[in-house]
């Protein structure tokens, strides 16, 4: 196969006369999966953007199916098979599991839709993937990590031959994601040319033939994936050498700071208890549906609880509301960002400083001088790049910036207990990093008690000081100091 | 290049929201002031500022809401009844009553308004649709479809303490609160929060619904205060006088740059939008321009005012 299915050459791209290409090349084979790594702002996305007519490109070539291009616009690419699958979810939250799947191209005539015939080949797809998904049910009621399994079958029943997925597992369970793969390896037997876009490592050379690694704009760096190195991917992302994926070191903590005790709500997880240290962080390690982000759910009251008790700081908590949660000191960092966690429309500084407005005003009226204050405060000790300072929107920050702010919230509001899940979802190697010194440290110096639910093994390794371990609602297993490794953990949960 | 001057760059290069709506303004007074001998006239901004105050009063807690991302139809209908309460009462009883009982009234709707969105949960756009139809059925019921007049009662709508009308006085009065609650109050900052994303305003321990409940009762009773100051202005109510005061409101707000999603908006903006209704009025008038041609422009200004900040957001988030 000479033929390749993609080639971009010499690629630029300037906004606001600011490049953020310069002159990147790229090739896809037919069948052949290229992993594309490098931190946020690498221009990635820029790229991925440019191969499907998002956007234009400033000047070079792109050759798609031996059709050479100077513009490519979103049908084109379309036209042409180029799919993407995107990291947020692209799909109808109230229509059914098989109309999602054949959105907009659902089978039927003269514009009626055939349902019998949708639904049986939405089950066809559903089993090709090896995933248990009723048809029926509402997209919107499944989990994240099943609503983007919907968003893949989707582009496999579009017919694509050019498949971009930009951080697809970054919502999946481990099984989900060995099933991913599986599927990809069956598209690449027909012939489809995958562009990879991942912050996992570990994936790389599971599932990729290539792997290129951009850096500020340029290709730095076009390997093959089988005999690539660690070491070489990440200095070649990062520019510099990086610290050994290794555990932190340990800290000896004492003093009950979060005490659940038989915590249980309803079939989610039931019979939970768990002491934390003041100072303390300590992982929840699960798959999707295990029940370990519903778990600190429902200590923040947003899910009901149907029995057992919480302490904070030795003081009885009933977990009512995330109102009252908030005001007991305790802070909740939601998976999902963009629905639950950040203001779009509003400044970084005000989503830094909205829970802990009531501390900055006085008869009710907020400095806003305090929050520009509060936001340079953090934005140092948290590496937040915002380029227009505190009035910056923050829907403009790449993920890992919006993380930090978000972070930067409850540590300004001062809480005790601190509840995060899926902290580094969507956040790139760079980022991530900051983000595990910045809690674990800010953990020693304030002495909160941080509780932290993933289903991301590396997660687990490089920020818990204790890791238990989640299956079907009830914890399994502990691991503490150095006997948390990535091959104890998974083999526990699942 | 240092970051100062990055940061500077990026600042000159934002366009402000109310950039547009000022340019037109602007257009439009220079227009009117060249076009019309009689506009430019300290006689006549007075006669603009008290045909804006009835609906100024209602747009300044209409932003509030807008902000928050709900919208409040029944302010209209309200002001009537309101105004059909004064007639009865201050012709039975004193102005003083009148005045009590249409703020009671105000009161109370803005409670079942409050209730209905955020205890039952019903959208606000079709509850306060289903008020604006109930209530003026019952403005109508109340004077038996007809004008009533009243005595005595002018100084509301007509009086000029230090030469300036006041309506004027009560809308500056209400604004300067509006503006400075919005912007420096953390009830205003929770509006925009609430707007922007309810979801996250509830996880971050927002007291969504106490703050739109009190919203609601808010703009219900300037509704009832615009209402009472419209039928002292008038000297007689008439349930027909506030007709499409809710679209003017909502023109105005949306044309400061008020999303009707919510999340965005400001006291300024709404007062600029309202300022430019009331000059294109008052401008068309003295061009001897027929009435229903303010209609026509003024909706055609909406459409346009919409139209444009939708196209500054796309250009804003191309660049960035």
């Known amino acids: 196969m000479n033929v390749d ?37 690498a221009g990635k996305s820029t790229l991925v953007k440019i191969l499907a007519g998002d956007i234009p490109p400033t000047s070079g070539s792109i050759t798609i199916a031996d059709t050479e291009l100077a513009r490519l616009d979103v049908y084109q690419a379309r036209q042409l098979g180029v799919r993407m699958i995107f990291q947020e979810l692209n799909d109808a939250p109230s229509l059914s599991v098989a109309e999602n799947i054949f959105l907009g191209q ?19 797809i559903l089993k090709r993937l090896e995933v248990d998904i009723d048809v029926d049910a509402q997209a919107g009621s499944l989990r994240v990590g099943e609503r983007q399994i919907l968003e893949i079958a989707r582009a496999l029943t579009q017919n694509a031959k050019i498949l971009v997925l930009d951080e697809p597992t970054a919502a999946l369970s481990n099984a989900e994601v060995e099933r991913l793969f599986i599927v990809m390896d069956q598209l690449k037997k027909q012939g489809v040319g995958m562009i990879y876009i991942t912050h996992r490592l570990d994936e790389v050379s599971r599932v990729a033939d290539r792997v290129q690694v951009l850096r500020d704009g340029n290709s730095v760096l076009t390997v093959d994936a089988k005999g690539a190195q660690r070491e070489v991917l990440v200095t070649a992302m990062l520019g510099h050498e990086a610290l050994k994926n290794a555990r932190p070191a340990a800290v000896t903590t004492s003093g009950n700071g979060l005490e659940i005790k038989n915590f249980s709500s309803g079939d989610d997880f039931n019979d939970v208890s768990m002491t934390i240290n003041a100072g303390e962080v ?5 798959k999707i549906g295990s029940g370990s982000s519903e ?9 009901p609880v149907t029995g057992g008790s919480v302490h904070i700081f030795g003081k009885e908590f009933k977990p009512k509301s995330p109102q009252e949660s908030s005001s007991s000191g305790i802070g909740y960092l ?48 948290l590496k937040i790049s915002a380029r227009r300072g505190p009035t910056q929107e923050i829907a403009t920050l790449s993920g890992g910036n919006q993380q930090k702010v978000l972070l930067g919230r409850w540590f300004e509001a001062k809480v005790q207990v601190l509840l995060l899940v899926e902290p580094t979802r969507g956040v790139d190697v760079g980022a991530r990093r900051d983000i595990y010194d910045i809690i674990r440290r800010q953990a020693k110096e304030s002495g909160m008690a941080v509780l932290v639910a993933t289903s991301d093994y590396e997660e687990v390794v490089l920020l818990a000081d204790r890791a238990l371990v989640m299956s079907r609602g009830k914890i399994v297993s502990e691991f503490t100091g150095n006997s948390v490794d990535a091959n104890s953990l998974i083999s526990a949960a699942s | 290049m240092s970051k100062t001057t990055e940061v500077e760059k990026d600042k000159k290069r934002s366009i402000p929201a109310s950039a547009p709506l000022m340019a037109f303004f602007v257009g439009l007074f220079i227009y009117f002031s060249v076009a019309s001998e009689y506009f430019f006239d300290i006689e006549n901004f007075r006669n603009i500022a008290v045909a804006l105050a009835v609906t100024g009063i209602v747009c300044i807690p209409g932003t509030l809401l807008m902000i928050a991302g709900q919208v409040d139809l029944s302010v209209g209908s309200a002001a009537a009844v309101s105004g059909m309460i004064m007639a009865n009462m201050v012709n039975k009883h004193s102005i003083a009553v009148g005045l009590a009982v249409a703020l009671v009234f105000g009161l109370t709707l803005g409670i079942i308004n409050g209730f209905l969105v955020t205890v039952v949960g019903v959208n606000s756009l079709i509850t306060t649709l289903g008020g604006l139809a109930t209530l003026y059925g019952i403005a109508l019921l109340i004077g ?3 004008t009533v007049m009243m005595r005595n009662f002018e100084w509301l709508g007509t009086s000029q303490p230090w ?33 922007s994303n309810p979801n996250a305003a509830r996880v971050v321990g927002i007291r969504s619904n106490r703050l739109l409940f009190i919203t609601f009762v808010l703009s219900s009773v300037g509704a009832a205060l615009a209402g009472a100051v419209l039928s002292s202005q008038l000297s007689a109510a008439d349930p027909n006088a506030a007709r499409g005061l809710e679209l003017e409101v909502i023109t105005a707000i949306v044309l400061g740059g008020a999303s009707l999603a919510g999340g965005r908006g400001s006291m300024f903006g709404t007062i600029l939008g309202l300022c430019t209704i009331g000059i294109l009025n008052n401008g068309l008038i003295l061009l001897d321009v027929p009435t229903f041609w303010q209609r026509v422009a003024q909706g055609l200004m909406l459409i ?8 500054r957001q796309k250009l804003n988030n191309q660049r960035s």
């Open chain 1, 5 to 41: 299915l993609a080639q971009l050459k010499d690629i630029r791209k300037s906004f606001n006369g600011v490049e953020v290409l310069h002159g990147v090349d790229l090739t896809l084979a037919p069948g052949e999966v290229l992993a594309l790594l490098g931190e946020n702002g």
């Open chain 1, 106 to 124: 659902w089978p039927g005539s003269k514009g009626f839709v055939a349902w019998g015939d949708m639904r049986e080949k939405a089950r066809e």
């Open chain 1, 282 to 286: 300590v992982c929840l390690f699960g």
């Open chain 1, 295 to 303: 778990v600190l759910e429902s200590i923040y009251g947003l899910r």
């Open chain 1, 334 to 381: 939601p998976a999902d960002r963009q629905r639950l966690g950040s203001f779009a429309s509003r400044s970084v500084a005000e989503n830094l400083a909205v829970a802990s407005w009531k501390a900055m005003s006085r008869l009710g009226f907020v400095d806003a001088g305090n929050e520009v204050k509060a936001f340079s405060r953090w934005s140092d000790a």
């Open chain 2, 144 to 146: 038996n479809g007809q």
């Open chain 2, 163 to 195: 030469g300036v009308p006041l309506p004027v006085l009560i809308f500056t009065v209400i604004a300067i609160m509006g503006a400075v609650s919005l912007r420096k109050s953390t009830y205003g900052r929770s509006l925009y929060a609430i707007g």
């Open chain 2, 304 to 311: 346009i005012a919409v139209s444009f900040d939708s196209l």
